[in-house]
């Protein structure tokens, strides 16, 4: 799903970043703020845009983890996997949302509500181990509370 | 045209007398905010303004007990200067009517390091 | 009024915490002194394995191992008189020292006020009198070295970069933390940014630069936010911008934001992805002294680093240089995390033992576990054993000990964490995030890997000992970049430290602390089972049955060897082998 305003959207942030000098990362960091992901559409927008290959934009969204080639799920679940948060047992949750969900870290659930991805520090490391949903932190995480937090979007 | 040395010391000694007497501190970096210190803020700065009381609720960084977010530092005349961690709404609550109507400390939640 | 703050136990001595509670306020009130005295339970006084700890205010005495006898003196003198007991109190020292946090959790980050109430950019006007060439004489008597990890001293290289020619030079302040463990940075740049943005101007006078910019995680959204406004309210009061403080000096700084790329730490690299590239590190030389951003001498220093230079120049380079030890001075603040009770940013003068920092500051291991050794330096560091924890806390020293100051993550790890296990985690992150440039590390990384793979499955050979040292050794000395260069350290420390535990993984297939799952099988003994059916609710795999009647056993077919049943068995019955 793209908007239709994409082109404008495309318009205005390289309209803000034009003058600085290597401003690519900037401007793909406001298209993915906009969109929760960077769209091919939008890649290929900026790049006629910015008059940059695609193959340099793609360079770039490929290399750094922060930016998401593909959509998001409804709700997106991040689980810390720093170092605090893997000692006090976040792969046990990690196995039980992919029990839970069926679904492999960096990709969606089916019916596209839940995405399950693995983050490197969140910095929040003395509440570990951490469970970000769209935002929302969950601290000091157990096993088994993992399913009622997935159950708390599951009925929304 | 910019400040100069002199404004510096200027604005350094008006802030000073700006300066109120009570206040309560909210740890409000990313690991207080994660730990539920918007609610706790919200919270004191809505009772101290229902009781019309003049002490100054402020927003501050990371005072680095990390383990006690959401942590509040309350000074008020005649109670001791203390640090309250794992602080929730009820406990909030509990600062207000207790440590700053009451002037009694709050149980469970001193963190005195 | 008096206040006895009596410490919470978490568990241990409740018995004698209840009683002591109750005797206490019961004679006082007996001496209606139940108005003048308020007995209070609090969650930490901050003394541990002293028994019950209590705290008297207003006075501040702290008393230790307390008993009820001791009650009616305490209130007699301390209570009635204001006088302190003797034998009863403890000394209770700080031993953190706040230069680079002074502010953090003091003022409000987002009130320019609140920084100039705390003398906020008197330094920077001290430093705009005094001139760049002494400025970087201040610096040199201070004695700071970088706080990112490497610690080169922050003078020589502001001189460096002073003295290549050059209109346009660039500072830059490195606020990608990319250490998973380590988050001072982001408590600085939230608590604090005035404070980084005031050592930047001060930098950029010295070297030369009139632009400054801050390379900042796009993860820590309220950290850009903060010095963001930050940034603004200092062009509002003309701070920013030309003739700063109506001296010569014009300054500029902007954000830009990393986009999660751990190699990016590498200043070579970081300079790629302000540019808007990938981040590859460069071979040096040039160095970014020389030919840094567009081609222009750059400086880079670490967020922390640059909030200890407004204080170095609000109270002198010589009274900063007399903190800490000799070669390293001033403190250092950790992310004290992992297995320990009071985890959080400590702020520490160089020199301290880590063992004071764990059990003095951070209070010991969680759950009153035992200790097995300190990693330090995140995935470029290594661990340390408990031998060497009353060593002092500086660059050469940690070096010394095969591990690094890094930029402050500081894990506890307790008997339940495996040395393979730990490493095996280190060296993952690491070949995730090398760039894939060079072979030495992107081969090497990857072959290691396979090899603690193995090895934590049970499927190791003997001389996979040997291959993961040659292989550290070629990574070590051929890699571009630090990245590469330091990526072993994790596995090449527990290797020198754990050997005993790694051949416990290759020859008898056993993991010693029960990690490793593969190497792990439950069972049940029926005799010490008091079929109170506890690990039976705790397990994730229903691999568990029975009932009061006939006890409980394992179906080994189901189980995943999580060790939930283990944890929860009070009376020893789950056995791990």
């Known amino acids: 799903m793209v908007a239709e305003t994409l082109v404008e959207d495309v318009k205005k942030v390289v309209e803000r970043w034009k003058d600085k000098e290597g401003n690519l990362i900037m401007v793909l960091h406001d298209v993915q703020d906009r969109y929760g992901y960077v769209p091919r559409e939008a890649a290929l927008e900026v790049s006629r845009q910015l008059d940059a290959p695609l193959a340099r934009i793609y360079e770039v969204l490929t290399f750094y983890n922060y930016f998401k080639v593909q959509a998001p799920g409804k709700f997106n679940i991040s689980v810390c996997l720093g170092t605090a948060c893997y000692l006090k047992g976040a792969t046990t949750l990690i196995e039980e949302i992919r ?20 983050v490197r520090c969140l910095g929040c490391c003395g509440l570990a181990p951490v469970i970000t949903v769209d935002g929302k932190v969950y601290s000091a995480v157990k096993r088994s509370d993992v399913v009622n937090i997935i159950a708390e979007y599951s009925n929304k | 045209m910019g400040i100069t040395r002199q404004d510096l010391d ?60 959401p942590l509040v530092e309350v000074n008020v005349e005649g109670v001791p200067h203390v640090f309250y961690g794992k602080v929730t709404k009820d406990v909030a609550h509990k600062i207000m009517d207790e440590h700053v109507s009451q002037k009694k400390l709050v149980e469970n939640h001193i963190y005195e390091l | 009024m008096k206040r006895i703050l009596i410490q919470d136990t978490n568990g241990n001595l409740r018995k004698e915490l209840r009683d002591f509670h109750v005797s206490l306020t019961s004679q006082l009130r007996d001496r209606n002194l139940a108005e003048a005295a308020q007995v209070v339970i609090v969650a930490d006084i901050g003394v541990y394995q002293k028994g019950l700890v209590a705290k008297i ?51 409000d980050p987002e009130s320019f006020e609140d920084y100039l109430r705390c003398d906020g950019y008197q330094g920077l006007a001290r430093a705009l009198e005094m001139g760049p060439e002494k400025v970087i004489e201040e610096m040199k008597k201070a004695g700071l070295r970088g706080r990112g990890g490497a610690g080169f001293p922050t003078w020589l290289k502001w001189n460096l970069t002073r003295a290549v020619p050059g209109a346009v030079k660039f500072i830059i302040c490195n606020g990608d933390e990319g250490d998973p463990g380590a988050y001072m940075d982001r408590s600085v740049l939230e608590g604090d940014p005035h404070a980084v943005i005031e050592g930047m101007m001060i930098g950029g006078l010295a070297v030369g630069a009139t632009q400054g910019i801050f390379y900042i995680r796009a993860e820590y959204p309220l950290a850009v936010q903060r010095i963001q406004k930050a940034i603004d309210t200092c062009y509002a009061k003309g701070l920013l911008g030309k003739n700063i403080l109506g001296s010569s000096f014009n300054f500029e ?70 903190i800490g030890m000799e070669g390293s001075t001033g403190t ?36 009153n576990k035992k200790i097995r050794a300190i990693q330090t330096g995140g995935p470029s560091g290594g661990v340390i054993p408990e031998q060497f924890f009353d060593t002092p806390v500086g660059y050469e020293s940690l070096q010394k000990l095969g591990s690094i100051m890094g930029s402050g993550g500081m894990i506890v790890l307790d008997e339940n964490d495996c040395m393979v296990d730990i490493s095996k985690f280190y060296l993952g992150f690491c070949v995730d995030e090398s ?85 792990v099988a439950y069972s049940i003994n029926k005799e010490k089972c008091t079929a109170c059916g506890m690990c039976a609710r705790a397990c994730p795999a229903t691999a568990i049955t029975g009932s009061r009647t006939d006890k409980y056993t394992i179906d080994k077919a189901k189980c995943i060897s999580c060790g939930q049943c283990f944890e929860v068995c009070k009376f020893g019955a789950v056995v791990r082998q």
């Not at chain 3, 403890?90 to 002074?102: A, H, I, S, T, Y």
């Not at chain 3, 320990?340 to 003095?360: H, K, Q, T």
Request: glycine share 12%.
């Open chain 3, 435 to 519: 760039c894939g440039k060079c072979a030495p590390c992107r081969i090497g990384g990857t072959q290691m890997l396979a090899i603690l793979t193995r090895i934590a499955a049970g499927k190791g050979e003997e001389d996979d000992l040997k291959k993961l040292d040659e292989i550290a050794s070629a990574m070590q000395k051929a890699s571009l970049c630090g990245l590469g260069q330091t990526a072993p350290n994790p596995v090449v420390s527990t290797l020198k430290y754990f050997a005993e535990e790694y051949r416990a993984h290759v020859i008898d297939k056993k993991c010693p602390s029960g990690k490793c799952s593969s190497l």
């Open chain 1, 99 to 118: 029990e839970i969900l069926h679904v492999e870290e960096g990709h969606s659930t089916k019916d596209g509500l839940f995405h399950l991805q693995i």
């Open chain 3, 253 to 322: 700084i902007e954000i830009r934001l990393g986009a999660g790329a751990f190699v990016c730490g590498e200043e070579t690299a970081l300079i790629a992805s302000v540019e808007g590239l990938r981040g590859y590190p460069r071979p040096r030389p040039p160095f970014p002294s020389v030919k840094g951003l567009w081609g222009h001498p750059t400086v880079i220093n670490n967020v922390e680093t640059l909030a200890n230079i407004s204080y170095i120049f609000l109270h002198g380079g010589e009274a900063f240089g007399k």
């Open chain 3, 57 to 107: 205010l207003p006075e501040g005495f702290v008393y230790g191992n307390l008993e009820a006898k001791h009650i009616p003196a305490i209130i007699e003198q301390t209570i009635q008189k204001g006088e302190k007991i003797a034998g009863l109190a403890l000394e209770k020292k700080n031993k953190q020292m706040r230069l680079v946090l002074r502010n953090c959790g003091v003022i």
């Open chain 3, 332 to 367: 250092k603040v950790f992310a004290l995390t992992g297995k320990v009770r009071n985890s959080g940013l400590v702020e520490v003068p160089m020199g301290i033992s880590l063992r004071e920092i764990v059990f003095d500051i951070g209070g010991g291991v969680l759950n």
């Open chain 2, 10 to 69: 200027k604005l350094k000694e008006a802030a000073g007398k700006r300066v109120p007497k009570d206040w309560i501190r909210v740890g409000y970096s990313t690991c207080g905010v994660a730990a539920g210190a918007d609610v706790v803020y919200s919270v004191l700065v809505e009772e101290v303004k229902a009781r019309g009381l003049n002490l100054d609720v402020k927003k501050c960084g990371c005072v680095g007990l990390c383990s006690a977010e």
